[in-house]
């Protein structure tokens, strides 16, 4: 019994944390005290569908449960009563009935929630760590992750945010339709990040579908916002997103090993996906291309490709030019060095990690890329450094046996 309660415990905490989390948000104006309540309300969960058993309705009673443990904690901080009773109403209603929208607002709950959080009084890497955290559902290493800092590091960035939304009474309240605009770039980077942190997991499960889909779905709606001619970066998120999910399938071997892209089986890619992404991606160009766009250009020419000896590398390499003009990155110029690679050599592209190797000396893809390089290099020893860095900073299963063989390829 205590296994069907985890796992429904899980289940709920995956599909409903954003929502209880952000309708708390509004009851009682305070991040800390929101999640404290949620996080209350699903270990009570544990403890009790344990010894009890799931109820008919999990969700329905976290969400109960969490409300309930909200209220009370406004009631022992002292705050008036007209504020809680109009408030717990709201958040009733918010969790048992789908709320009335004109035809100008979000057509979507989460992507109302992530509008919401987005907020343009927050610097923008707190508004997308906050909505991370709130409503997608990241843990805190896993942000840390997509944004290359220290956990530590990044726990404190989400307590001061926190902290300056509390103080300055920050209102969370839905934007209109003249606000989306100078929201869309943090919206964007959102829904990105939760699509990155599915198509290669922290830790886990390698490729996490269910969030990879969910990105997906989130890109489309945003496009529907925006007629009749979506902005070039919400199309080219869109593109680039369903470029990198056709390829699901023949990331990782019958063994859940590692699968790299040229050694993938391409007749196993989604022609479907990339059928409607491929149009896009012009699309895209039609407008102004930004990041998106650049970025799922660069997906397209690699998906183009009928075989991985075929692939337009220059092309690709073109392209990587221009998005470090573009977007300036240590993460930029790293895939722009395995470009160089494949067009002018491995010792051309070792040349060039030096000049950024600092910024990256806690990414493990950086001492992995640098290993790939000495080993096509025929420099066994130094390979074998590189791998055996990138094994000690790798946290994810799948990574791991990939690089250990590599490993074991140049100590034989």
Not at 138 to 156: C, D, G, K, N, S
Not at 248 to 269: A, C, F, H, M, N
Not at 280 to 286: C, K, M, R, S, Y
Request: proline share 6%; glycine share 6%; net charge neutral.
């Amino acid at each position: 019994m205590s296994g069907d309660a985890d796992a429904a415990v899980e289940a709920v905490y995956r599909a409903d944390w954003g929502r209880i989390a952000a309708a708390l948000i509004g009851l009682a104006g305070d991040f800390e005290l929101a999640e404290e309540a949620a996080q209350e309300a699903f270990a009570a969960a544990v403890d009790q569908w344990r010894v009890s058993g799931v109820p008919d309705l999990p969700r329905a009673w976290i969400i109960q449960t969490a409300r309930h443990k909200a209220i009370d904690r406004i009631r022992r901080r002292a705050l008036y009563k007209e504020r809680i009773e109009p408030q717990a109403v709201y958040l009733s209603q918010v969790m048992t009935t789908p709320p009335e929208k004109s035809a100008s607002e979000i057509p979507d709950d989460r992507l109302r929630l992530i509008f919401t959080c987005c907020h343009p009084a927050l610097a923008p890497d707190a508004q997308i760590a906050l909505t991370l955290r709130t409503l997608g559902g990241l843990e805190t290493e896993e942000i840390a992750r997509a944004f290359l800092v220290p956990v530590a590091t990044m726990a404190q960035r989400l307590v001061r945010a926190k902290r300056k939304i509390r103080d300055a009474r920050i209102p969370y309240l839905v934007p209109g339709a003249g606000d989306i605009p100078e929201r869309l770039d943090a919206v964007l980077t959102v829904i990105y990040l939760i699509f990155n942190e599915g198509y290669a997991s922290t830790r886990g499960e390698y490729v996490r579908a269910g969030l990879c889909a969910e990105a997906i779905r989130l890109g489309r709606l945003v496009r529907t916002l925006m007629p009749p001619r979506p902005p070039a970066e919400v199309t080219g998120l869109l593109a680039l997103m369903l470029l990198h999910d056709a390829r699901r399938e023949s990331r990782l071997d019958p063994s859940g090993d590692l699968v790299t892209l040229e050694e993938q089986d391409r007749s196993r890619w989604d022609r479907g996906r990339l059928a409607e992404a491929l149009p896009l991606v012009e699309e895209a160009f039609q407008g102004e291309p930004g990041p998106f766009a650049i970025q799922a250009a660069i997906a397209g020419l690699h998906c183009r490709a009928a075989r991985a000896d075929e692939t337009d590398w220059r092309g690709i390499l073109q392209l990587y030019d221009i998005l470090a003009r573009l977007q300036p990155s240590p993460i930029v110029a790293l895939n722009r060095a395995v470009a160089v690679a494949m067009v002018q050599g491995p010792a051309a592209a070792l040349g060039m990690l030096d000049s950024f190797a600092g910024d990256l000396e806690e990414y493990h893809l950086l001492h992995a890329t640098r290993a790939d390089l000495l080993r096509r290099m025929n420099v066994p020893e130094e390979a074998a450094r590189g791998y055996r860095r990138a094994l000690e900073l790798a946290t994810n299963e799948s990574e791991r046996r990939f690089l250990e063989r590599r490993l074991k390829e140049v100590t034989a």
